[in-house]
Structures are given as structure tokens and as C-alpha cells.
Nanobody, 127 residues
Framework: QVQLVESGGGLVQAGGSLRLSCAAS????????MGWFRQAPGKEREFVAA????????YYIDSVKGRFTISRDNAKNTVYLQMSSLKPEDTAVYYC????????????????????WGQGTQVTVSS
């Protein structure tokens, strides 16, 4: 079966960095756009970043542009989220998700566009 397993979360001070990883199995990884979402307590799940099948195009929510970088390694079936200059408002559970796409140049930005989800990893940024 399909599994998406996130890792790399933790507690970090404001201004610090973390790199999240998401290892995928049970699917043809290069056929899926990949995304990261987050959900803070009491809030809806929100889009953070996405990368197209080949890695050629990336998308970000405005609040993380210039601070976060999404990338993928199709040989390792893994997608990454490098997070820098972290702020307390980045505190959330971060989820990776897989979006099957015929197109190689498009990735979804809404939760409903994604087919598979990981279990999430907690990121806590202290002030």
C-alpha cells in the first residue's frame, strides 16, 4: 500500500532552520506532484508548498516565500522541505501529500487535489 512517512520535525528557536523529509513507497513516485501542508491547533489545514513531478516548478504560500524551499529526489522517492528563518507562527503539524498528475508542469495547492497523505510531523518554533 501507499505510505508517506515524514521526518525531521522538532523544536527550534525562532530564526532557526529545519529540514523535513517525506519518504514515499507503494506508488510510482515520479507520476505524482508532491506537496507540503500544515495544520496548527484550531485552524484548518493550509497549503505550504508543492513541486511538480519533475521538480521543474514549485509553488509556495506567500508567508513562506523566500524562507522555505521544496525539492524532490525521484531516485530516492523523497520530497524535502527546507525551512529557514522560522517564526513562531510556523508552528504546526506538517503533512506531505501526493497528487497524481498527467501533466509534468502542474501541482495542486488545495487539499482536495491530493490522493495520499502522511501521518504528519510536529514543528514547534519557540520565540
Amino acid at each position: 500500500q501507499v505510505q508517506l512517512v515524514e521526518s525531521g520535525g522538532g523544536l527550534v528557536q525562532a530564526g532557526g532552520s529545519l529540514r523535513l523529509s517525506c519518504a514515499a513507497s507503494g506508488l510510482s513516485f515520479s507520476s505524482y506532484a508532491m506537496g507540503w501542508f500544515r495544520q496548527a491547533p484550531g485552524k484548518e489545514r493550509e497549503f505550504v508548498a508543492a513541486v511538480t513531478r519533475s521538480g521543474g516548478n514549485t509553488y509556495y504560500i506567500d508567508s513562506v516565500k523566500g524562507r522555505f524551499t521544496i525539492s524532490r529526489d525521484n531516485a530516492k522517492n523523497t520530497v524535502y522541505l527546507q525551512m529557514s528563518s522560522l517564526k513562531p507562527e510556523d508552528t504546526a503539524v506538517y503533512y506531505c501529500a501526493a497528487d497524481w498528475r498527467m501533466s509534468t508542469s502542474v501541482a495542486g495547492t488545495r487539499p482536495g487535489e491530493y490522493d495520499y497523505w502522511g501521518q504528519g510531523t510536529q514543528v514547534t518554533v519557540s520565540s
